[in-house]
């Protein structure tokens, strides 16, 4: 339970430094960005794996860039689900993605699988 409150709380500051580089994009209210986090975990959880197999072919083509699109899509559809989440469109939708993204990447470097902070310590033999 600890790791999914983490990586909730890390893709709301993903969307929350989404929102405020893409200019269409907003929340009316910090509940409204934090259930726009939890809801986009559940929908990547759910929904995500499933566009992703039906669209396979499309993905192997394009290199994998199509995973934009369904990025993209899966944030669309949170938005339509919630009425405070403002999203301008399509490009609005893959640009935000991107930077959700890339927030998710960097934090969870710091993150073990457990959802914990983890720290690596090395230690040097001096001879």
Known sequence: MHGFLVRTLITALGLWIAAAIVPPMEFTSGW????????LGIVNALVR?????LTLPITILSLGVFLLV??????GLVAAMLDGFVLGGFFSAIFASIIVSLTSWFASSFIGPRGRIE???RHRHHD
């Open 32 to 39: 409204t960005l934090l259930g726009a986090a939890l809801l």
């Open 49 to 53: 794996p499933v566009i992703i197999f």
């Open 70 to 75: 369904i990025n993209a899509a899966m944030l």
């Open 119 to 121: 720290v690596i310590y």
